[in-house]
Structures are given as C-alpha cells and as structure tokens.
C-alpha cells in the first residue's frame, strides 16, 4: 500500500493541551495534505504543505514536513472539545492520479 | 452553497440487487472522485473524473461503474451487489489538489 500511517492511532487530551499526531509515508512526494472527519460527516480539508516547504501554519495548526525521513507531523494548540475528530493525512507524488490516504488518528479532546 | 451533495444517506440493499449513488457539487470543479472508506482501511479511490464526459478507475473498481454526463453530477453505480461492498461511499471534488467531500453514503448489504 502507498498510504500514510498515522501515529498514534487514538489520542485523548484535556482541553487547552495542545494534541500532536504524525504520519510517514513511503514513496517521495509532491504534497502532503492533512483532512479532520467528524463522526458521521465528510472529510474537510485543513491545510497543504509542499514537498519543498518544511513548516505551515494555519490558525491553531501548525503542520510540519521532513522529506529525508519521509514523515510530517500536524500540531493542534490549545485544543477545544470541537476539535474531537479523526485526523487523516495524503499524500500525492509524480505519476499518481490519486491522493492516498492514511488510516487515521483519533484525537478526543476532554472538556 | 451546498457544496457537494450526496444521496440517499443510507441505503440497504439485499445481495444482487442493483442501485445508484448521485453525486451534486455546486461549485464548478473539473474533477469527481468516489471513494469506499472501511474501517482500518482509510479511503480508497473507486473511480475519478478529470472533466465531464470523462471517468477513470482508482484503486479499486471492481464491481462498480460510473459516469459524468454533466460537469456537476457524477453518478457511481452498482450493478449487481456484494456484501463486501458494504461501506461508507463518500464522493468529492476538486479544483486541483485540496478534495471537497459530501457527508457519505452508508450502504449495507445484505
């Protein structure tokens, strides 16, 4: 499979603590995107980062790439209770008419 | 603005009967996609559209057919239904890399 792993699969905080979740991927790539899902709803796109960009920030989000460990990481400051969702990375690369996607991690935020 | 619309929500179907998945985006992108989440499994891609008039297969099509005869509709379609076709269907669209999804579809099958 080309799909990311994300790690770790389930994560629970308090609400304020700031939640960090990680996905590698095996092929060299063009993009890496990160996409949250709430229970029972579609997937929204959060933010993109390019294989030649290294840190992105978006509001409470700060998201980071390491091509040469093939790995990026999606940080969340100052968690809310609405932030509880599942998080997916994808990825795309040369030749691929797809975004893969990764399995997911499942961050609950505690009130 | 709707964005993308999927229908029905839910559906159960009995092993061998036929149905369609309607996709609606109003948001005037080229590309439709179709994708099977299961658990475990994250998203797969079933089949995709650059334009209309257009369809692709993903990564796995086997037992699905598709079409895209108007730019904002794109239709998925099972012929003959299998229990492991049972899933969450969600369709999404896109100008270029960032994907729109609908809420899904959850299909049983019996």
């Known amino acids: 499979s080309q799909q990311g792993e994300e790690d770790p699969q389930a994560l629970s905080i308090q609400e304020g603590e700031n939640a960090t979740m990680n996905c590698s991927y095996k092929t060299s790539i063009n993009n890496l995107q990160w996409y949250r899902q709430n229970s029972g709803r579609g997937l929204v796109h959060l933010i993109l980062i390019r294989s030649n960009e290294r840190e992105k920030h978006s509001g409470r989000l700060r998201v980071t790439l390491d091509t040469s460990k093939k790995s990026s990481s999606l940080l969340i400051t100052a968690s809310r209770a609405a932030d509880t969702a599942s998080y997916f990375c994808a990825t795309d690369w040369t030749g691929a008419n797809n975004l893969f996607f990764g399995t997911g991690t499942r961050l609950t935020v505690i009130p | 603005n709707a964005g993308v619309t999927q229908t029905p929500k839910f559906r159960v179907l009995k092993t061998g009967q036929s149905m369609t998945l309607l996709c609606a985006q109003d948001?005037?992108?080229?590309?439709m996609y179709w994708y099977r989440q299961d658990p475990g499994m994250g998203l797969r891609l079933i089949h995709y559209?650059?334009?209309?008039?257009?369809?692709a297969k993903g990564e796995v099509p086997d037992g699905y057919n598709v079409s895209r005869l108007k730019k904002q509709n794109f239709l998925l379609g099972l012929e003959s239904a299998a229990p492991s076709q049972t899933s969450v269907y969600f369709c999404?669209?896109?100008?270029?890399?960032?994907?729109?999804f609908g809420d899904g579809t959850r299909l049983s099958i019996l």
């Open positions: 559209s650059v334009g209309e008039g257009t369809t």
């Open positions: 999404a669209s896109s100008p270029g890399l960032g994907r729109h």
């Open positions: 948001m005037n992108h080229e590309y």
